[in-house]
């Protein structure tokens, strides 16, 4: 009987988590890697050079990457970016030219002449993967690749990037999709982290799927939880994510708000308020946040269970809630749900 086997990268701003599933082995046992993120290992790269700097690749995360960027100028040296790289501080390519990035498609003049270092952009290093894998003997062919990444999307002009974002999870609640279908085999042209991921995911010749990092967290939070509805809170170091699942498995209603602006009364308070379809889109946009929708309101007390994950969880000790550790691993719960995601799509749960 073929063992189904996926690989699944959930990449997030700290951690990038790496789970190779194979359906032959308990979850427990399968080979996982949590490693610094691309865009804190980039920034690391550029910390430590001393001399100007081409970053040539794909769309990455931003955060470090762009804080490291910004140090690099102040330091004096110059710093150019291929289009394509340049995306990761900024979509709009000249606000990243205001930053004082020269962006060009090769090394701009002098750079030869006063010595300069290339630096690789991307959120996906296979390679890295793979040579860990070989190492220890773990065979590197899966039946799918499955990745994660926060996504933004590029907003059309005049549209804010808070409102676009919601807009798109808007989308998802409107249209009933199962919790375990917030995944795309094409991403849309707007979501440019993601199309970068395809691309060179397109290049393995392998099944893929690619999610959003939020989504991923849903999915991967409800395994093994059966009861409906159910609520999934993933507390991020940016963003905190309430979705409402409903007893189709449908996602039902999310509120996403900035995790900072948060306290543990608030947060609960939302979500209590939230299940009686007392929080407006509205009020959450004005505070700061993205915005809420939901379909229909269930009443708290319908609730079978509110799941919590994320780097902040803990936020919500204390409460009536259970921490999500699927595979006993809450730095794996994106992971499990890009697996389940992929399996999904097969047909196999």
């Given at each position: 009987?073929?063992?189904f086997r996926v690989?699944?990268?959930?990449?997030?701003m700290g951690?990038?988590d790496?789970?190779?599933?194979?359906?032959?082995?308990?979850?427990?046992?399968c080979?996982?890697m949590?490693?610094?993120?691309?865009?804190r290992?980039v920034?690391?790269?550029l910390?430590?050079?001393?001399?100007h700097?081409?970053?040539?690749?794909?769309?990455?995360?931003?955060?470090?990457?762009?804080?490291?960027?910004?140090?690099h100028?102040?330091?004096?040296?110059?710093?150019?970016?291929t289009?394509?790289?340049a995306?990761?501080?900024?979509?709009?390519?000249?606000q990243?030219?205001?930053?004082g990035v020269e962006?060009?498609?090769?090394p701009?003049e002098?750079?030869?002449?006063?010595?300069?270092?290339?630096v690789?952009?991307?959120?996906?290093?296979?390679?890295?993967?793979?040579?860990?894998?070989?190492?220890?003997?773990e065979?590197?062919e899966?039946d799918?690749?499955?990745?994660?990444?926060?996504?933004?999307?590029?907003?059309?002009?005049?549209v804010?990037?808070?409102?676009?974002?919601?807009?798109?999870l808007?989308?998802?609640?409107?249209?009933?999709?199962?919790?375990?279908?917030l995944?795309f085999?094409?991403?849309?042209?707007?979501?440019?982290?993601?199309?970068?991921v395809?691309?060179?995911l397109?290049?393995?010749?392998?099944?893929?799927?690619?999610?959003d990092t939020k989504?991923?967290?849903?999915?991967g939070?409800?395994h093994?939880?059966?009861?409906?509805?159910?609520?999934?809170?993933?507390?991020g170091?940016g963003?905190?994510?309430?979705?409402?699942?409903?007893?189709?498995?449908?996602l039902?209603?999310?509120?996403?708000h900035h995790?900072?602006?948060?306290?543990?009364?608030?947060?609960?308070?939302?979500?209590r308020?939230?299940?009686?379809?007392e929080?407006?889109?509205?009020?959450?946009?004005?505070?700061?946040?993205?915005?809420?929708?939901i379909?229909?309101?269930?009443?708290i007390?319908?609730?079978?269970?509110i799941?919590v994950?994320?780097?902040?969880?803990?936020?919500l000790?204390g409460?009536r809630?259970?921490?999500?550790a699927?595979g006993?691993?809450?730095?794996l719960?994106?992971a499990?749900?890009l697996?389940?995601m992929?399996?999904?799509?097969?047909?196999l749960?």
């Amino acid at each position: 009987m073929h063992h189904f086997r996926v690989l699944a990268v959930d990449v997030g701003m700290g951690t990038q988590d790496v789970l190779m599933y194979d359906s032959s082995r308990n979850l427990e046992n399968c080979t996982k890697m949590v490693l610094p993120s691309p865009t804190r290992a980039v920034a690391a790269r550029l910390r430590r050079l001393r001399c100007h700097v081409f970053l040539r690749g794909e769309t990455m995360g931003g955060g470090p990457l762009t804080a490291a960027v910004a140090e690099h100028l102040r330091r004096g040296y110059r710093v150019a970016m291929t289009p394509r790289a340049a995306m990761s501080l900024r979509d709009d390519l000249e606000q990243v030219r205001a930053m004082g990035v020269e962006v060009c498609e090769s090394p701009p003049e002098g750079f030869e002449e006063e010595g300069y270092q290339v630096v690789e952009t991307g959120d996906l290093n296979l390679e890295l993967f793979r040579s860990v894998a070989e190492q220890v003997e773990e065979d590197f062919e899966f039946d799918c690749i499955a990745v994660a990444v926060q996504d933004h999307g590029r907003a059309p002009p005049g549209v804010p990037d808070r409102v676009f974002r919601f807009e798109n999870l808007q989308r998802l609640v409107e249209e009933g999709k199962h919790v375990l279908e917030l995944c795309f085999t094409s991403p849309p042209e707007h979501f440019t982290r993601m199309k970068a991921v395809e691309r060179v995911l397109r290049k393995t010749g392998s099944r893929y799927l690619v999610a959003d990092t939020k989504l991923a967290a849903v999915a991967g939070a409800l395994h093994g939880v059966e009861e409906r509805p159910a609520v999934a809170v993933d507390i991020g170091n940016g963003h905190t994510l309430v979705a409402l699942v409903d007893e189709q498995n449908r996602l039902a209603g999310v509120l996403e708000h900035h995790t900072h602006m948060l306290s543990r009364e608030r947060l609960m308070e939302l979500i209590r308020r939230f299940l009686k379809g007392e929080v407006s889109n509205r009020e959450v946009y004005e505070e700061g946040g993205h915005g809420c929708v939901i379909a229909e309101a269930p009443g708290i007390e319908a609730v079978r269970g509110i799941v919590v994950t994320g780097p902040h969880r803990r936020m919500l000790a204390g409460e009536r809630v259970v921490f999500a550790a699927p595979g006993g691993d809450v730095m794996l719960t994106g992971a499990v749900g890009l697996v389940d995601m992929a399996l999904h799509a097969e047909g196999l749960v």
